[in-house]
């Protein structure tokens, strides 16, 4: 003799998603949790592959061919890293959600699913300030990010169990999964493809900066301070700099750049004196025996202009790059 079903449901039509089928139902959620966190992944890798080739590639497109290479190594191991990173999304926010979910419907009006879409968002926005804390991430860029990393498997995660209500099946999900995840992907790439060809997402220019929009304090990693005076003077505090001298053949091999203290010039210049770049940039010569003559190429945009330099090998340089004290 079948239950009857009454009060508020997961938008199926009753309150089965909210009582458990038997002992291995929490399991079988958790299985269907992370089929659907992991179908995305793959979309939201190409999307960020995608947006990186857009912006600055701080010279190094001419490595295309390792970058493509590294794709292909991630296609072949996808399979096993996937079902992992979509058990962790689905273990730290996509269940979690779902708790607080199931303990609203019993409260409140509304479907399920629509509960945990809105438990989903609130607890990446809890994640996301957790996030800012420790590692200080800007939290007005994670918040929405994170929020939004909820609504694909949340939504699949609804369909999953829909489904498995139907067809009485509690572990197949990984085939619906893996359907959804091809067709995401060809979506966004298609899309990616359209828009790249009809003009809509332009080709990344770095700006174009005069020296009275140059000069000024340039920061970045370990303490490095770059200051340009207008007069043509310049002011190093732990910049790096090129070496006098680099062998790259050497054993133990030379460090492929000196960090350097003292002052010395600056000058705009339009392109590479060396011929190595097509890139407006800031040649500074610094007084004193530390380091040499180095070309710090412009980039990031106008808003947000950068300073940059590959020190060492081409085919394995080491890139470090001053931002503009704002």
């Not at 689905?90 to 879409?117: E, Y």
């Not at 070309?295 to 330099?309: C, D, H, Q, S």
Request: proline share 7%; glycine share 14%; net charge negative.
């Amino acid at each position: 003799m079948g239950r009857e079903s009454t009060g508020r449901g997961d938008g199926s039509g009753g309150r089965e998603g909210d009582r458990p089928d038997g002992p291995g139902r929490p399991y079988a959620d958790l299985n269907a949790a992370a089929a659907a966190s992991a179908f995305q992944l793959p979309a939201i890798g190409l999307i960020w592959w995608i947006g990186n080739q857009l912006g600055d590639d701080y010279g190094t497109s001419v490595y295309g061919f390792f970058v493509l290479f590294g794709l292909a190594c991630l296609l072949v191991i996808a399979p096993l890293v996937l079902p992992v990173v979509g058990l962790v999304h689905a273990i730290v926010h996509i269940m979690p959600a779902d708790f607080l979910a199931r303990a609203a419907v019993r409260h409140a009006r509304g479907p399920r699913w629509a509960w945990h879409l809105v438990c989903t968002a609130l607890l990446g926005v809890g994640w996301a300030g957790l996030t800012a804390l420790l590692y200080g991430w800007t939290f007005g860029v994670t918040a929405p990010l994170f929020a939004a990393l909820g609504v694909l498997p949340v939504l699949g995660l609804a369909y999953l169990r829909r489904r498995r209500r139907i067809t009485g099946r509690p572990w197949g999900a990984w085939l619906p999964s893996l359907i959804a995840s091809v067709g995401l992907f060809l979506l966004v790439f298609v899309g990616g493809v359209l828009a790249t060809v009809t003009g809509l997402v332009k080709d990344y220019e770095p700006p174009v900066l005069s020296a009275e929009q140059l000069a000024g304090d340039w920061r970045g990693d370990h303490g490095a301070v770059l200051r340009l005076r207008p007069d043509g003077h310049a002011e190093l505090t732990k910049v790096p700099s090129q070496p006098e001298y680099y062998d790259d053949s050497a054993d133990p091999p030379n460090p492929v750049f000196t960090r350097c203290d003292g002052t010395g010039s600056w000058d705009l210049r339009r392109d590479d004196p060396d011929g190595d770049s097509e890139r407006d940039g800031v040649l500074v010569r610094l007084r004193g025996g530390c380091g040499d003559d180095t070309y710090w190429m412009i980039g990031g945009t106008a808003a947000k202009p950068e300073l940059f330099v590959l020190f060492g090998d081409p085919d394995a340089a080491e890139l470090r790059i001053l931002k503009r004290d704002s």
